[in-house]
């Protein structure tokens, strides 16, 4: 199946997983999915990230993280750039989620980072999603 955004059908399945309560989501991998895994990770909204080889090519094991095995640590998910639409930041203009509670995800001619790391590198680039 062709999908024409890939990175908001890994957001939309963690969404509806962490939704449906499920211990683990599974995602066809690729090296953007892979850097906003590690961020999720880095930032405490998911437990853990592996890579498998699943027939010909590989897919990346999310397991999801739950406050007292109940609440959904991952509370929002969000698309802001898309194909039909690309979003992007000046350095100075990389937006906060949630008055700073939730994290932006960047893409920058450094790489894929939060919206703080960008900050600090003084980078702008496409804001690719917003996780609160």
């Known amino acids: 199946m062709n999908i024409s955004d890939p990175i908001a059908d890994m ?10 309560r499920h211990a683990d989501v599974i995602v ?43 609440v959904p640590v991952v509370s929002g998910l969000k698309r802001v750039s898309k194909p039909g639409l ?3 930041a000046a350095k100075t203009d ?7 509670l939730g994290i932006v995800i960047v893409s920058t001619s450094q790489g894929i980072m939060t919206g ?5 590198a003084q980078l ?3 804001v690719l999603a917003y996780v609160w």
Do not use: M, W
């Open 86 to 88: 690309r979003v992007y």
């Open 116 to 120: 703080a790391q960008a900050r600090r």
């Open 11 to 20: 957001l939309t399945r963690v969404r509806n997983a962490s939704r449906a």
């Open 94 to 100: 990389i937006p906060r989620v949630l008055g700073g």
């Open 28 to 70: 066809p991998a690729s090296r953007t999915k892979r850097e906003i895994a590690r961020i999720l990770k880095a930032e405490g909204f998911i437990a853990e990230v592996t890579e498998e080889q699943a027939g010909p090519g590989k897919v990346l094991r999310i397991t999801l993280r739950y406050v007292d095995g109940k």
């Open 124 to 126: 702008g680039g496409e």
